[in-house]
């Protein structure tokens, strides 16, 4: 057995929401026996970036809001490979929004765990794109991603939990992973986890929050019905959690790389045993 | 025009041809191209166009040869134009002798605009195919018959390349196309030009098959060879056509292209795509180049093997899309924020983007850092002959990473190992017990984030020393002329073939010189500093503002009193004629002082 770094442990402020997303998702790796090794997690830049360096995975430290090119580009090296995302709603939402929209275009078969907490923590409490209109001086109105995640053709799967609720979480985050590891496409999940230094948010999330999962007549199948109900819950001021929407659609996987071609990250690339196909090609392009 | 007794054969011939753009002149050239390599004439073309699909005055030019030549010459030979404003645009370049052919649908040229030596036919080209297609696309077609006569190529074998370049495009084209070239033969037999006649002796021979290629297209070949197997980019011009011809044949290895969004989320797939261990390269241009910035420092930090591929055009901001400059060489070199470890090579001839850029994929992997290849536009876009690749020359190792095997024998895995080269084995994603944290904050040996200053120094050190390492690999610089002159020149890219020529007409003028053409730019090699010490003077040829290279050299120690900069960057094409000149001046200047002086 060799030795490898040790996981550290969390540097977040007692009581963060972050304890209970890493929880759920060292949860979730051990109940779909997925292998330290065959794992890479890719975090961005706040304090939920650092997650990666307190599991035993494969971790990379992107850059600030590069956590899904980084991580569509990994998967698409190597399909074999389970790959997370984990980073905050300004790392996703506002440096790296661009990003976000196009993945959920894309659809590739990873798992993408967004911290939102609704304010930059690290650089101490500045609005971020989910804070509310009036938090810290904020004029503009708070960005839902999974309202932007509906109109988005390619998304096959948008759910959101609460650090409230760890039970639902570990069960939502199983639930994205096997998403993704049937290479069913993006699974995308939101996770409210409130900053208890820069923007206290337990009290109002806890009673703010609407778990559709409780709702027998809530079909995630449904995306206009979805997208109304969940209009509906922004008229209230409530937060709808659970497996908000369902879809099926190829992952990029499937169709951006060759049928019959194995892992670009695994090819033989051998010089001397590929030498006669060169050759061959370059014979193709003479004139 | 029927002069058989003065058929020549084809010493160094240049062809313009110029239109509005969407006119086909590329087309035509690319055809006359094809036709004079075949008939064993190495061939250079070289395109002026504009950042636009149809429209605005381009034209391209296209050099047949014999012997070696790596750029357009100083004379005109042919101008096929199908706008009469082309010919206003080139008139002072039309010497006594040269041909001029020109669609006159719209009218003749003016009297007087050209010299009376030079011959000039009109045809209504655009005319004949509307009249017998309905729209004027086959002109060029037309034209392109009208110009083989002149040449004297066979008809023969204008159809058989026709039947070849067409035959893709689908039968109903190739008809078409193959109807146009009839007209054009008829219009020439109308302007007296008869088959089996024109000015040269061009025969087609199968004897010596050579690849016309760009420099563009080579690089992308070179890094396939070296095992590339994956490329994330962001369409920008001048270099697109990197990841167009990738994602032709890379699939085919078992790569992967992909278009990101922007060049923010090319190169970060890129680097996640690396992290895996498959052999990774995006390539950019200009604005995409500063876009980048970011994630060329994450590759040098946090050690991720990337090839950077930047065709240079001009700056600053978007600049000029479509003209070559040479100015980011300050931005690859010294660019991002924090002081982290990047290679430079830059390639001269078309064959050198192939190497280059294969030596630059191999050493990204064997010193995990960012390696650029610095291209400009004319070296990407324009094409060459260029001999066959020789494939037995590109090296392919994946030392220094360890397998599933190697790492089960050790004790301890350390993802950033302090080592004495400064480079720690790697391993990828999947290999049991191999796990790490790859990280662009300053970590330590694991992987862990760390502001420790006695491991940051050692971290740094490590990283920095890779500079050092890899010396020895790095690619030493053509040298060509006479070793023993005093003059020398010192050029990359898109000045390489022109250097070459001056010296020709240099020693033609009895001033002997020498050309040190450097392959690696950024470690500044001492062979770079002992070849300017060894001359008297020494003209850094640069396509930027600033003389980058030239202040790059003096500040690793060369003596900047022996450096003399031309400078070029109004976009245009630097004439041989006009290199000459400059040295001539200051020579006689120097001479001058010097007969002073004594």
New interface residues.
Partial sequence: ??????P?RPYWCAGCGDYGVLQALENGLRQLGI??????V?AGIGCSG?L??NL????????H??V???????????P??TVIGVGGDGDGYAIGG??FM?TLKRNPSITYIVMNNATYGLTKGQPSPTSLNGFENNVEEDLDPVLLGLSMPGSTFLARGYTGQPAQLTRLVVEALRHAEAGKGFAYLEVLSPCVTYNDTYREWRTAVFDVEQDATYDPNDRAAVFARLLQCRAERRLPIGLLYRNEHPALESV???KD???????D???AL??P???K??QS??? | MNRPETRLPVEDLNIIVAGQGGDGSLTVINLLATVLQQSGLKVYTERDVLSRIKGGLTSATLRAFKGDRYCIGGHIDLLMAFDPDAIEKRAKQLAAGSIVIYDNSGGDIREGLLDPDVRVYGAPFARQAVKSFRRDLFKNSIGFAVAGRALGLADDFMRATFERRFARSGPQNLKYNLDALALGLALADELGMSAGHGLYEIVPTERHQRLLITGNDAAAFGFLAAGGRFFAGYPITPSTDVMEWLDKYIADFGGVVRQAEDELSAINMALGAALTGVRTMTATSGPGLSLMQEGIGQAGAAEIPLVVIDVQRGGPSTGLPTKPEQSDFDLMIFGGHGEFTRAVLAPGSTEDCFYLTALATELSQRYQMPIYVALDQALGQNSASVEPFDFSRVTVDNRPRYSAGEVAQRDIYKRYAFTENGVSPYTIPGTPDGMWLVTGNEHDEFGHVSAAPGNRKKQMDKRASKLVSMVPDLPRAGRYGDPTAKIGFIGVGLTYGTILEAMEALADHGIATQYFQPKTVWPVLDETLEFIASCDRVYVVEYNSTAQLAKLFVREGADGSKIENVLKYDGAVLQISELVAEVLSHEVAHYEREVNAA
């Fill in positions: 057995m060799t030795t490898t770094f040790t550290s292998a330290a090794h065959e794992a890479l890719v650092s990666q360096n035993s995975c494969y971790g990379y430290h992107t850059l809001g590069r899904l090119p980084s991580c569509t580009g990994a998967k698409l090296a190597n074999e490979l661009g990003h196009h951006a790389l060759r071609n194995g892992p670009a990250a695994l090819v690339i051998d010089s590929l030498k196909r060169y050759e090609l370059m392009l003479m004139r």
